[in-house]
């Protein structure tokens, strides 16, 4: 049989299995090999009853996604699941692990649907900006109602066999060798000929029109304005499945497929989703990873004990050390305050609470740390302290145990200078909230040793975190990209545009809050302590922007002080425009000389993507960053930058590099002294010489 698909006959029961691991998912191959095998049972005047059944973890989890960029190619996904749906002989689907998008077309193209408790089914193509484009909004709905398919494809989340029982979704839930039951069924099927089946009815939906049309208004009155285009078309679609007849119906699901395929949100959506894969594939993957299982923390602040929250959650043991009684009750408390927040949302039983409370220890002596496997330091952000820190703990950890940093941007190479042993020393920076940011940074220093990196990511993988390869710089990846936001921001802000005009257009884009909102809400004391310390090494001829000090100088630290770009009067949540603000701006800029100018929020947006690139491009120059999706990887998870832009590299992509490096270099000369900012460097000639994108350096 064609690869990926194998045919077992025992009696009048033919199985068709398929078997293309990792996930079964449904790329050409699969597709041609599925037609191939049901024409070929067809054909079996010995066969009565097929079984559709898959190998492996899972059924398929979809079409394969890496596929959509090319041509399609016959017999597309559709044409299979019409071939299942039209197949003479009764068709049982033997589901299991995860039934999704195409996978779950697949399955409504047969007769019957049985799976084990413990299956998943869903349409998650919404997430990658699409509508599920094999039938999906046409077979759902004409079986459970528009009701239950409007919300599954519209959510893109998964239910459990129990709902899909209640929905009609599937007909029975087995034990868990589903194949045999299935074989079981079918074997009944082709005993009892054809006019015995169970009434089956696949378009039960569509019989009480009223309801049906009551739940398509409903969905489409809850629409938002700045949604992406999805959501609007998966509603016109499902309305299609009542309005129109089947074939129509299929023909208008796949030219709204079409048209979101085509889409730059949908490109960038799915650029995202394989870029989070693709990061965990570093040099060192190779690598044997040292076992960890129980970890010590040093420093109960608010990232120590959001990283302790973590890894209890993934089931490790953790001794969390402090240097004092009240510090370390602080941090415990922190803990259990999270752990009770689990609890009253129902994400955490009372029980495992208390288990995970059982693996936890706090003390005050470093002492404690002696039996440990890893150590993740997360005391304050002060390269002498950390040193002392790790040079105490060199002397107590045992030999092979590990030496982890949580810093965000200092040099690791120095820190690991401080011990003994440099080759057991990494950078694991994680983001706060750290129980909920799924990004972790692996900072790898000069003589981090491999098996160090392959156990950092197989840490967060455990820890359910994207792991991202960074190399030492000031700020790795992420704070550095962030630094060159902030600065074209702040050069926008002292050429004439507001704070509030810039959170404005950058919140336009698609960012949860503006660059001066963000800072306020982290502190801006934060930034200003970087500036200090750099500001001995920073170069007087270089476009400075002030404005920033100016405001900590008069106790501004942001909403912990009730005021920063923003006033926050009484702890409000939200910030108000401030005229005081305004005016420290403009006073600024007269020291400067500068005669404020208009500026268009496009050239907001524009600027800050740009500078965010070009910071990027620097980043892949000089090897800190393994390739351009990783570093969108970052930014997504880490920073905000709006999903459905796929990040800044994706971004530079989409905008085209040659229009885009002739507007920094235009930027560049027209900014004077904050040139530095904006010059291009090497790789965007390279690059656009050759007619490449960033994405052709990202492997695959
Ligand atoms: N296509 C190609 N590769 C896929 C894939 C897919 N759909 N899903 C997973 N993989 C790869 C993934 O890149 C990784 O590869 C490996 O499988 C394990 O995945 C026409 C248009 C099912 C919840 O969106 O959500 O059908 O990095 O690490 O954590 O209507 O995979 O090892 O080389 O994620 O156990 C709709 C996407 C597609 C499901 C399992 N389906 N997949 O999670 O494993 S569009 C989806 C997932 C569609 C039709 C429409 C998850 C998972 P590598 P993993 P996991």
């Not at 045919?7 to 068709?16: D, K, L």
């Not at 089956?200 to 739940?215: C, I, M, N, Q, S």
């Not at 105490?392 to 030496?403: F, K």
């Not at 982290?522 to 930034?527: C, K």
Request: glycine share 10%; aromatic share 6%; with cysteine.
């Amino acid at each position: 049989m064609t690869e990926g698909v194998r045919i077992e006959v025992t009696g009048p029961v033919a199985e068709i299995v398929i078997d293309n691991p990792p996930v079964n998912a449904i790329g050409r191959k699969l597709r041609l090999a599925l037609v191939e095998a049901f024409d070929a049972v067809e054909a079996d005047p010995a066969v009565q009853a097929v079984v559709l059944s898959a190998a492996g973890r899972t059924w398929p989890v979809g079409a394969d996604i890496r596929e959509f960029g090319l041509p399609p190619e016959a017999p597309l996904l559709p044409d299979v699941c019409n071939r299942i749906a039209d197949c003479e002989k009764p068709v049982v689907a033997a589901l299991h692990g995860n039934v999704l998008g195409g996978g779950l077309e697949l399955a409504l193209g047969a007769r019957y649907r049985i799976a084990p408790e413990g299956t998943r089914f869903g349409f998650p193509e919404v997430a990658l900006g699409l509508i599920p484009g094999a039938g999906g909004t046409q077979r759902l709905p004409r079986l459970v109602g528009a009701g239950p398919a409007l919300d599954m494809i519209l959510s893109g989340a998964a239910i459990g066999t129990e709902r899909a029982l209640e929905i009609g979704l599937i007909d029975a839930v087995g034990e868990n060798d589903i194949a045999a039951e299935a074989r079981a069924l079918a074997s009944e099927f082709a005993t009892l000929g054809q006019e015995a089946y169970p009434a089956h009815d696949a378009e039960r939906g569509l019989k009480d029109p009223v309801t049906f049309v009551e739940a398509v208004d409903a969905a489409r009155a809850r629409l938002r304005a700045e949604q992406l285009p999805a959501p609007a078309r998966i509603v016109d679609c499902v309305e299609a499945a009542l309005l129109l007849p089947f074939e129509s119906g299929m023909a208008f699901e796949r030219a709204a497929f079409e048209d979101l395929l085509a889409s730059p949100e949908s490109a960038a959506l799915r650029h995202a989703f394989l870029a989070e894969r693709r990061a965990a594939r570093v040099p060192e993957a190779s690598a044997t990873p040292r076992d960890i299982s129980h970890v010590g923390v040093v420093g109960g602040g608010m990232m120590g004990a959001g990283i302790t929250s973590s890894l209890l959650s993934a089931g490790l043991r953790v001794t969390l050390v402090e240097r004092d009684v009240d510090a370390l009750s602080a941090g415990l408390a922190q803990i259990a305050k999270t752990h009770e927040r689990a609890v009253a949302k129902g994400r955490l039983t009372p029980a495992a609470r208390g288990e995970e409370w059982s693996r936890l220890r706090g003390s005050t002596d470093l002492q404690a740390l002696a039996p440990v496997d890893l150590v993740i330091e997360a005391v304050t952000e002060d390269e002498e302290v950390k040193r002392e820190v790790f040079a105490r703990l060199d002397g107590v950890l045992r030999p092979g145990a590990i030496l982890a940093t949580n810093t965000s941007y200092l040099d690791i190479n120095r820190i690991a200078g401080a011990t003994q042993r440099p080759e057991d020393v990494i950078g694991l920076h994680f983001f706060a909230p750290a129980p909920v940011m799924r990004l972790l940074e692996v900072v790898v220093a000069e003589r981090t040793a491999p098996e160090i990196v392959a156990t950092a990511f197989d840490l967060a993988r455990r820890l359910g975190k994207v792991a991202v390869r960074a190399g030492v710089c000031d700020g790795f990846i992420g704070n550095r990209i962030l630094t060159a936001y902030r600065t074209a921001a702040d050069f926008l802000m002292e050429d004439g545009a507001s704070p509030y005009q810039i959170d404005a257009a950058m919140k336009a884009y698609g960012f949860p809050m503006g660059p001066y909102a963000a800072q306020d809400l982290s502190g801006l004391d934060i930034s200003w302590a970087r500036r200090k310390r750099l500001a001995a090494t920073r170069d007087p001829a270089r476009r400075y922007v002030a404005i920033g000090d100016h405001l900590c100088e008069a106790g501004r630290l942001g909403r912990k002080a009730g005021r920063g770009y923003y006033l926050y009067p009484e702890g409000a949540r939200d910030g108000q425009e401030d005229p005081e603000v305004l005016a420290l701006i403009s006073r600024g800029r007269l020291e400067k000389g500068i005669t404020p100018r208009r500026v268009s929020s496009e050239e907001i947006r524009a600027r800050c993507v740009a500078a965010m690139a070009n910071e990027g491009a620097r980043i892949l120059e000089e090897g800190v960053a393994l390739r351009p999706s990783d570093i969108d990887v970052v930014m997504l998870l880490g920073f905000g930058f709006p999903r459905h832009r796929g990040g800044p590299m994706q971004a530079a992509d989409q905008r085209g590099l040659l229009a885009l490096r002739n507007e920094l270099r235009g930027y560049a000369a027209a900014d004077g002294p904050g040139a530095w900012l904006w010059q291009p460097g090497a790789l965007w000639d390279e690059l656009i010489k050759n007619g490449k994108k960033f994405a052709s350096l990202n492997g695959d």
